[in-house]
């Protein structure tokens, strides 16, 4: 029963955040990035992950590409959307005239 409770309250905040997931995941590369940068220059504060500077660097280019690349994503997405309506709408008018035979 947990179990089922657990996976509809997952569904149900995927919903919520659809279109968002991605910029949400390099949001949070970047943010892991930053914590490793703040680790490598401070490494006597506890719970902060100790990374190289090219790893810190790899995490932010990371994470700002995948922000980027998720726009282009939602930007294709729509622009698809759009032209299928307009091609329905142009089928719509031209299934209303009539064929005279031309």
């Known amino acids: ?25 390099g949001i949070g590369l970047i943010l892991t990035g930053i914590s490793g940068g703040i680790g490598y220059v401070y490494p006597d504060i506890e719970g902060l992950p100790r990374m190289d ?10 994470g700002i590409a995948i922000v980027g690349g998720g726009g282009k994503q939602e930007k294709t997405k729509d622009e698809i959307k759009r032209l299928l309506e307009a091609l329905e ?14």
């Open 1 to 25: 029963m947990g179990n089922f409770v657990i996976g509809q309250l997952l569904r149900w905040i995927g919903r919520k955040l659809d279109g968002h997931r991605t910029a949400i995941g």
């Open 53 to 62: 500077i090219e790893i810190v660097l790899g995490f932010i280019s990371l």
């Open 89 to 102: 709408q142009r089928q719509q008018a031209d299934s209303g005239r009539k064929d005279l035979g031309l």
